[in-house]
């Protein structure tokens, strides 16, 4: 996972709650994106960025938001965390070739 | 909508080869990917193939595509007890970043000795 970097960790909100992940990446691509994995289910894209000033919905947007600050970083923001919310975050950076690098993830717990 | 399926177990014994099965309905898929997540870690790129090739072979690894059947695999050799993870079969429908990737669901794959 060298070159995208998340922040936190972990996290526990209570419903209601808001908070912001952070992912970083040093290998100067274009393209970003947010994940989220359940358990027994493949990763789900909520947003992705093909660029810097561009964010695009995934297949699960409801319940966030995005900022592509800047070419290295694309941050996922909950606004009001929601129990359905409870998972792993990923985020990736995709290089030229397509391939995809994934950071080492948050785990989110909304109670 | 486009889907990803994969077996959600595999046990093999230590030394043998691991044949992970992945198939998927996307027509207009581009490239294949296999990717290897350990507990608690990101998922790691392991190798890809793209639409037009039948076969990739890197080190142990060996991927199997058949275009026709929309089938791939993943053949482990001389299987480790390092291999134990979860694999996760990817399938990209284009070319810009703009394309979806589709994930399945994973294969978790347990090494007996």
């Known amino acids: 996972n060298a070159g995208v970097t998340q922040t936190p960790k972990f996290q526990v909100l209570k419903t209601g709650q808001s908070m912001t992940l952070q992912c970083a990446q040093d290998m100067n691509h274009n393209s970003m994106y947010w994940y989220r994995q359940d358990p027994g289910m493949g990763l789900r894209l909520i947003y992705y960025?093909?660029?810097?000033?561009?964010?695009d919905k995934g297949e699960v947007p409801n319940g966030y938001n995005v900022s592509r600050l800047n070419k290295r970083e694309f941050s996922l923001r909950l606004e009001s965390a929601a129990p359905s919310q409870t998972s792993v975050y990923f985020c990736?950076?995709?290089?030229?070739?397509?391939?995809?690098?994934f950071g080492p993830g948050t785990r989110l717990t909304v109670t | 909508g486009e889907d990803v399926e994969q077996s959600l177990f595999l046990s093999v014994r230590e030394g043998d080869s691991s044949v992970i099965n992945c198939t998927y309905t996307?027509?207009?898929?581009?490239?294949l990917y296999w990717y290897k997540q350990e507990p608690g870690a990101g998922l790691q790129l392991l190798t890809y193939i793209f639409s037009n090739m039948d076969m990739k072979q890197d080190q142990r690894l060996t991927v199997l595509l058949n275009k026709k059947d929309k089938h791939l695999s993943l053949r482990i050799a001389d299987t480790q007890t390092g291999d134990s993870a979860i694999y996760f079969c990817?399938?990209?429908?284009?070319?810009?970043?703009?394309?979806?990737?589709?994930f399945g669901s994973g294969t978790r794959l347990s090494i007996r000795p």
């Open positions: 990736a950076i995709s290089n030229p070739a397509y391939e995809q690098y």
């Open positions: 990817a399938e990209r429908g284009g070319y810009s970043s703009a394309s979806k990737i589709i």
């Open positions: 960025s093909a660029s810097e000033g561009t964010t």
């Open positions: 996307d027509s207009s898929s581009t490239y």
